[in-house]
């Protein structure tokens, strides 16, 4: 069995920080990108920025500058820094990873944390 288990969503008001945290667990040989997707009710799910095994980031152009992702290999674990948080950033977050267990890769999907921002 293999989870992406999240935490570190919370209420904050406009221009806090939050920083959220996703570990996977279970028979995993291989991990590739992991990443940060988020869902706002009525919208899309939509990504929000991923980070590769050698540690290439890439961004939103609306959390560029704001949110840091980052990741220990070592752990399986990768967290998301996010900084002068806005109210359009309430949403869901994911966490997503691209895994191999035991031949191919795939993605697996958290379970989300909610992260509302107050104006």
């Known amino acids: 069995q293999v989870q992406l288990v999240e935490s570190g969503g919370g209420l904050v008001q406009t221009g806090g920080s939050l920083r959220l945290s996703c570990a996977a667990s279970?028979?995993?040989?291989?991990?590739?990108?992991m990443g940060w997707y988020r869902q706002a009710p009525g919208k899309q799910r939509e990504l929000v920025a991923t980070i590769t095994s050698g540690g290439n980031t890439n961004y939103a152009d609306s959390v560029r500058g704001r949110f840091t992702i980052s990741r220990d290999n070592s752990k399986n674990t990768v967290w998301l820094q996010m900084n002068s948080l806005k109210p359009e950033d309430t949403a869901v977050y994911y966490c997503a990873a691209n895994m191999r267990l035991l031949v191919n890769y795939r993605n697996y999907w958290g379970q989300g944390t909610q992260v509302t921002v107050s104006s």
């Open positions: 279970g028979s995993i040989s291989s991990i590739n990108a």
